[in-house]
Structure formats: C-alpha cells, structure tokens
C-alpha cells in the first residue's frame, strides 16, 4: 500500500506541475494536502481523492483573495486527477472546494471548530481530516499544524470520548462463538466488508490513541508503534494489533488484483468460503485482535 500511495504520490504531483505549467504559478504559494488513506500512505487499487491546499498568508492580503486566485488552479487539478483515474471525492473533500482551500490560520479555526463542538458530522469529518500529509509544496507549514493539532485534541478529554463512542459503531465481524457474522441481504449478501468492518476499527483506534497520547504520525502502522514507543502500550499487543491489520489489508489487495483480472468493480466485500482454511483462521484471530483493541 505504500508503493501505490507512491505512484499516486508522484502522479498527483506531476498533474500539479503539469496545470502549474499551463496556469503559471499563483502570487501566493500553496502545500499540496493528501488525507484520508494517502495521508496515512494506506491506499489500495480501490481509492478517489482526498486533498486540500494550505497557505500562508502574506501582509496586506485577504484570504478571500488568494483563495479565488487559488480554487481556479486546485480544481483544474482535481479534474486532472479525476482524468488520470483518482474518480472526485463524492464528499467533495477536495482542494477545488472553497472549504479545503484554506490558510494556515482559517485550518486552525476549522480544526478548532470541529474539536469544541464535537457533532456526529463533525467527527465523521475529523476522522478523514486528522489524516493530513503534504504532498507537494512547503512541508513546514503542515508539519506546524500537525503539532498544534496533537497539542489541541491530546488536552481535551470530552473530544476524545466522542470520537472515541464514534469509534466504536463500526464492530469486527465476529459472532459471540467467534464465527462471522456476515451481510444478510442485498447485493452483498454472505460476504464481509474487509474495509469499515475490517481495517476501519484499526484505523480509527490508532488515530484515537495517537491523538490521545501526542503522537504525531498519520499511519496506522506508525501510529500503534509510536504510542508504544510513549509507553502506552505493550509493544507485545501493538505488534499484534499492526499484524492482524496488514493481514486485513493483504486481503483486500488480494480481493481487489482478483476482481481487476475477471473485469469486475473493484470493492472491498469478500466472501470467507472463498478462503483457504488457514486464512480463514488468521482472518478470524484478526477480528479478535480489532475486538481488543476497541476493549
């Protein structure tokens, strides 16, 4: 997964260079932010576009300002994304939204906003957002909002159980005799979601402790070891919890080369009769590790 969040990495930045080349470059700098699973280097064959621009501010400029000169730029790159195959984000989390075309200061606001009030929606956005990487131009500014980030939300305790409640509304698969529990109707009907029940309650509980705890990676991998690393952890049980997610995860790269060699959809539903016994095993003792780490 961090191999294809390189290509994706190195192809985004050229579609930048690339609209740069034909627009010329804005009288105000910007930083390229990936989100979401680029942010956290964690894509798949499956994935769309997770991006926003951050800019410093200069003297005697408003931020209305730069931002019309920007949104122009940000959204012919976000079609040129969408050209290349990385499909618009239908949550039009994307830097050619006004609202993910921000200054260093109005993402502080946003973030703050998001951390005093603490809605549902707010939440559901923070768990995307709090993924934040640069991916081209100044990394500092980033680096410098990702610190103040982990300061905020490490001191606010009620934040922290409400993502911590949202966290758990997505339950590992597993019955009460540790059988799994599958999809009872629709298309996906006997099947399993390798992604929300799967990897998800990995992702969110290693975002939740990094937060908690000051760790400033954006990876689920870094993130479980980092806390260890605070001493928050027994490096025994993050261990295990990082291995059972990149089981999950070879399992959905797996589904996904499957489905792009028969011409199908790609998605992240899996069938468990189609595996192998000892997969099947490991697939379960995965589960369980994700029913841990929600404990």
Request: charged content about 25%; hydrophobic content about 40%.
């Amino acid at each position: 997964s961090q191999i294809i969040t390189l290509l994706n990495d190195h192809i985004a930045c050229r579609a930048i260079e690339l609209v740069l080349g034909e627009t010329g470059m804005p009288s105000v700098p910007f930083t390229w932010i990936a989100f979401g699973s680029e942010g956290r280097q964690e894509q798949t064959l499956k994935t769309d576009q997770d991006n926003g621009m951050l800019f410093v501010l200069p003297p005697g400029k408003s931020a209305e300002a730069v931002r019309d000169e920007l949104l122009p730029i940000a959204q012919r790159i976000n079609q040129a994304l969408d050209t290349c195959g990385y499909p618009l984000c239908t949550g039009n989390i994307m830097a050619g939204n006004p609202e993910c075309c921000l200054s260093f200061a109005e993402w502080q606001a946003r973030f703050t906003r998001w951390i005093e009030q603490g809605t549902p929606e707010h939440l559901l956005k923070a768990s995307i957002f709090f993924d934040l990487r640069a991916l081209w131009g100044d990394e500092v500014p980033v680096a410098e909002l990702r610190h103040w980030l982990a300061s905020q939300v490490s001191g606010n305790p009620r934040f922290l159980r409400q993502m911590a409640e949202n966290a758990l509304r997505n339950q590992p698969p597993l019955g009460l005799v540790r059988e799994f529990v599958l999809e009872s109707e629709g298309e996906h009907a006997h099947t399993l979601d390798l992604k929300l029940r799967g990897t998800t309650p990995f992702v969110d509980g290693a975002r939740l402790l990094a937060l908690a705890h000051g760790v400033e990676e954006t990876g689920t991998l870094a993130r479980l070891r980092g806390v260890a690393r605070a001493g928050r952890l027994h490096d025994s049980e993050a261990e295990a919890w990082c291995d059972a997610f990149a089981f999950i995860q070879l399992l959905r790269m797996r589904t996904h080369q499957a489905q792009a060699r028969t011409g199908q959809p790609l998605g992240n539903h899996i069938d468990p009769d189609s595996l192998n016994e000892l997969d099947r095993r490991i697939l379960k003792e995965a589960f369980r590790q994700a029913r841990k780490l929600q404990a």
